[in-house]
């Protein structure tokens, strides 16, 4: 391989297929994933209810979660709910609360686990949505190495045809 031209046109052609498949590679995990979160979401059975959602997720009454954008929606309604019961008030912030009281405040201790398990849930759920996120980059990203990838084995055909 002495001619620099026959080289560069098979280098070229090699990095466009090597990127064809990492593209290829990159969106089917995406879409894999997507499913896995889908899957998990589905077994979950987190439903929003009928009546008294804030009106910006009024449309997802009564529908089930199944995706990272409905996991961050409950996850919004939670956290909402969440500061109403504790008046703004964080796990950490109650729990001081609690011991400065000696620990034997039973309101206390019940707000305490609301915000607990409110805050846990909602957790859950921006966990789902940032994989939801993560799946939705490595689709796009996996499409645009895969027509990068494209480009350069058409760079090299045509290269390679005008010898």
């Known amino acids: 391989m002495n001619d620099p031209r026959r080289l560069a046109t098979t280098l070229v052609g090699a990095v466009g297929v090597t990127t064809l498949a990492a593209g290829a590679v990159m969106v089917a995990r995406g879409l894999r994933g997507r499913d ?18 804030p009106e910006e997720l009024t449309a997802y009454a009564g529908c089930q979660v199944e995706d990272g954008v409905q996991a961050r929606a409950f996850a919004d309604m939670i956290g909402g709910n969440v500061r109403l019961a504790t008046r703004d ?26 915000a607990f398990m409110g805050e846990t849930l909602r957790a ?9 996120q993560v799946t939705s980059l490595a689709v796009g990203l996996g499409t645009v190495l895969m027509g990068t990838g494209a480009a350069f084995v058409t760079v090299s055909a ?6």
Do not use: N
Request: proline fraction near 2%; charge should be negative; hydrophobic fraction near 35%.
């Open 36 to 53: 896995e979160i889908r899957d998990e979401l589905s077994q979950q059975r987190i439903t929003f209810p009928e009546k008294g959602l």
């Open 89 to 114: 008030r964080s796990y950490s912030e109650i729990t001081a609360e609690l011991h400065a009281a000696g620990g034997q405040d039973e309101a206390l201790s019940a707000l305490r686990q609301t």
């Open 124 to 132: 859950s759920l921006m966990t789902a949505y940032q994989a939801w």
């Open 158 to 163: 045509v290269l390679s045809a005008d010898r």
